[in-house]
């Protein structure tokens, strides 16, 4: 008589399978990928939250398109924002976190990095880099954000591309200045959040150190933020982020150098902003 194997081991061998299968691929592609989850649906509009906007549109110079908003200042602007947003969705769903300056009279620009919302391609550690440079570039040529303060606002992944684009722009000597960096809830480096990351699940923990190879460190950001002063640095961490812990602003913050401030905050990841008491503190800090 015939046996069969059991449903419950069919359905192991399966699911092991399957994680042998994407382990494979990411020794032989590199996990850069686990920190791009982008999306193409448009959550909320800034016409929706009563603000004035603009699409731009802006080609790199390896053949993509990226899409951007420039929100105007409601009034005499006192400067400009460059914002970075974290490493989901796309700018519809993060517009939130930066949909209060214009009131406070800062001009916005905030990009979608390329495969994320309406831009083109797939985003990779490089391209991302790439991108936020292009954006920058942009914004230094619009003539409302001239002769005026110019700030970076980067939030998780976008505070680690800041960090290394900030970091370049000062040591090449690029005009305009910037005239601070504001980093929020960001990972202290692409490699170092890579291993700890898979060194928080039992099945991948003695994986850590071989799979976060595949990640480049040239951009490590505890490595780069020092080259940021003299201009001033904001890092701002919650005691209560359950995504990217507080040691790591910590780390970003012993590893600037002056003028450099922290703030300790105590909310979700990326929800610095909901409290106003937070966004006065990075209000003060633009207006020193």
């Not at 601070?180 to 150190?209: C, N, Y």
């Not at 490590?220 to 990217?244: C, F």
């Not at 812990?245 to 913050?253: A, D, E, S």
Request: proline share 6%.
């Amino acid at each position: 008589m015939a046996t069969r194997t059991p449903r419950v081991l069919l359905n192991t061998r399966k699911a092991l399978t399957g994680l042998a299968a994407a382990l494979t691929l990411m020794f032989l592609t590199g996990c850069s990928s686990v920190f791009f989850y982008p999306d193409q649906v448009t959550y909320v509009t800034p016409d929706r939250l009563n603000l004035e906007y603009e699409n731009v549109f802006i080609e790199t110079t390896d053949g993509e398109t990226l899409h951007g908003w420039w929100l105007p200042a409601q009034s005499d602007p006192k400067g400009t924002v460059y914002f970075l947003h974290g490493n989901a969705q796309n700018i519809s769903s993060h517009v939130m976190n930066v949909a209060w300056l214009p009131e406070e009279r800062y001009n916005v620009f905030l990009i979608d990095y390329r495969g994320y919302g309406r831009s083109t391609g797939a985003p990779d550690i490089e391209g991302t880099l790439h991108d936020s440079e292009a954006g920058l570039r942009w914004l230094t040529e619009h003539p409302d954000a001239q002769n005026q303060p110019l700030f970076l606002l980067g939030q998780s992944l976008g505070g680690a591309l800041g960090i290394a684009l900030a970091s370049e722009w000062v040591k090449r000597g690029e005009q305009p200045p910037l005239d601070g960096v504001i980093v929020d809830g960001t990972f202290d480096g692409f490699r170092s959040i890579a291993r700890e990351k898979l060194g928080d699940f039992w099945l991948t923990w003695p994986l850590q150190i071989p799979l976060s190879w595949t990640i480049t460190d040239e951009y490590e950001a505890t490595d780069q933020i020092g080259d940021i002063s003299p201009v001033p640095v904001m890092v701002i961490h919650s005691v209560r982020d359950g995504i990217i812990p507080f040691h790591h602003g910590q780390r970003l913050y012993d590893a600037a150098k002056e003028p450099k401030q922290f703030l300790q905050t105590d909310t979700g990841h990326a929800s610095t902003f909901v409290i106003p008491g937070y966004k006065q503190e990075v209000l003060d800090f633009m207006r020193q």
